[in-house]
């Protein structure tokens, strides 16, 4: 069983910062790219940011120069610093995460998401 738990979320005001975490657990045995996605109401899901197990990353225009995504190896854990948050950002934020999982000598391929967490951003 793997899990993916995201915190950070809430409300903040334009201008403002809040940093996502979200830490993966389970019979893992490896995490290659692990990734932020949004989705607003009314909207399909969008990638926000994504970062591989060597560190190169990757962002969405629309969020490059403010958010910045980074990860610790050994806690599973990713995170999404976001400062000079704007309205347009509201959404619920997603982790996801490229898993390999061990179990009885043997390895799998997973891809999983998080439950989300809400980020709303209004005065």
């Known amino acids: 069983q793997v899990q993916l738990v995201e915190s950070g979320g809430g409300l903040v005001q334009p201008g403002g910062s809040l940093r996502l975490s979200c830490a993966a657990s389970?019979?893992?045995?490896?995490?290659?790219?692990m990734g932020w996605y949004r989705q607003a109401p009314g909207k399909e899901r969008e990638l926000v940011a994504s970062?591989?197990?060597?560190?190169?990353?990757n962002y969405a225009d629309s969020v490059k120069g403010r958010f910045t995504i980074s990860r610790d190896n050994a806690k599973n854990t990713v995170y999404l610093q976001m400062n000079n948050l704007k309205p347009e950002d509201t959404a619920v934020y997603y982790c996801n995460a490229d898993l390999i999982l061990t179990l009885s000598a043997r390895y799998y391929s997973r891809n999983s998401w998080g439950q989300g967490t809400q980020v709303t951003v209004s005065s």
């Open positions: 389970g019979s893992i045995f490896s995490i290659n790219t």
């Open positions: 970062i591989t197990s060597g560190g190169s990353t």
